[in-house]
T-cell receptor, first 114, second 111 residues
């Protein structure tokens, strides 16, 4: 596709449920990032993939959060046993390579945990 | 730990005015600095990318400067228009290439 695509755009779930958020990066981009943005704040780094491997997962808040990118393209962010504090917009970004610098963001998945 | 601060948090100006948005960062060992625009309920749109070896970048009515030694960047918007109303975010990239963002400046340009 022309840009970074994220689905679903909105997800409402109940506390304790499991959710998956999907990111389809720009074709050919090897670097993929997940960020989380709370209301009125800038995005916060969660995890970075170079190809299929998670090169840096230091931003994941706890072990309820996990992300995969099995074929080096589409990535899925998985959240287990969701809590109300997980409510935020989850943004995905990609860049041509890690060193290219410029990141292109998707429109985000807004997660609401009731 | 890198910290990025943006001042002011909100700004309202009449149409046609030139304006400056400020960004400061605590660790000068950056790889690059990027300015983004975010419209309500939308993702981020990249405006300008300044590599650490550069002093400024220009795109149309936008000019961004970088002073690494003092840990500062400014985004200059000339002849502002109502369509420029949005939140502007500054982000710096360190050796790990992950971006650290400021909280943004919410700009309103009044017709």
């Amino acid at each position: 596709g022309a840009g970074v695509s994220q689905t679903p755009s909105n997800k409402v779930t109940e506390k304790g449920k499991y959710v998956e958020l999907r990111c389809d990066p720009i074709s050919g981009h090897t670097a993929l990032y997940w960020y989380r943005q709370s209301l009125g704040q800038g995005p916060e780094f969660l995890i970075y993939f170079q190809g299929t491997g998670a090169a840096d997962d230091s931003g994941l808040p706890n072990d309820r959060f996990f992300a995969v990118r099995p074929e080096g393209s589409v990535s899925t962010l998985k959240i287990q046993r969701t809590e109300r504090g997980d409510s935020a917009v989850y943004l995905c970004a990609s860049s041509l390579t890690r060193n290219t610098g410029e990141l292109f963001f998707g429109e985000g998945s807004r997660l609401t945990v009731l | 730990k890198q910290e990025v601060t943006q001042i002011p948090a909100a700004l309202s100006v009449p149409e046609g005015e030139n304006l400056v948005l400020n960004c400061s960062f605590t660790d000068s060992a950056i790889y690059n600095l990027q300015w983004f625009r975010q419209d309500p309920g939308k993702g981020l749109t990249s405006l300008l990318l300044i590599q650490s070896s550069q002093r400024e970048q220009t795109s149309g009515r936008l000019n961004a400067s970088l002073d690494k030694s003092s840990g500062r960047s400014t985004l200059y918007i000339a002849a502002s228009q109502p369509g420029d109303s949005a939140t502007y975010l500054c982000a710096v990239s360190g050796s790990a290439r992950q971006l650290t963002f400021g909280s943004g400046t919410q700009l309103t340009v009044l017709p």
